[in-house]
């Protein structure tokens, strides 16, 4: 039973992990359009809670992307420089969208190892009842 414990654990970790990613997703594309903006990305990996020894998905900090922002070429933009150019942002949406896909389907595959780590529990249950 304490394994089944440890799988709610991890998936539930996961589902928390990638519901941040995909928000942070999200973001990234609602500003895409946005000059001198920055793409979020955060990392994960495992780790063993100390006070109940369970594993868990461990989200890191919110990392900003390094990248040189690309210059646009817009005289009439309104933060356009004296050569008509200004720093967009280092957003690609389809790098956006394909991440959104695999945080979604990672969250889908944790919702259904909970889901069956909760009905084998409850069969457990079912038969020491009887």
């Known amino acids: 039973m304490a394994d089944l414990f440890g799988v709610f654990s991890v998936a539930a970790s996961g589902m ?3 519901s941040r990613r995909l ?13 001198g903006y920055r793409r979020k990305t955060i990392d994960f990996q495992s780790a063993i809670d100390r006070a109940t020894g369970l594993a868990r998905v461990d989200i890191g900090p919110v990392r ?15 933060l356009a420089d004296a050569e008509g150019y200004y ?17 979604g389907r990672s969250y889908e ?11 084998m ?4 249950l079912d038969l020491l009842r009887r």
Do not use: C, K, W
């Open 64 to 78: 900003l992307d390094r990248g040189e922002l690309p210059r646009i070429y817009d005289p009439g933009h309104a």
């Open 87 to 103: 720093d967009g942002s280092t957003v690609d949406r389809m790098i956006e969208i394909a991440d959104a896909r695999e945080a």
């Open 109 to 119: 595959a944790n919702l259904r190892m909970f889901d069956q780590a909760r009905q």
């Open 121 to 124: 529990s409850q069969g457990l």
């Open 23 to 35: 928000r942070h997703v999200s973001e990234n594309i609602a500003n895409a359009d946005t000059p």
């Open 16 to 18: 928390e992990a990638q």
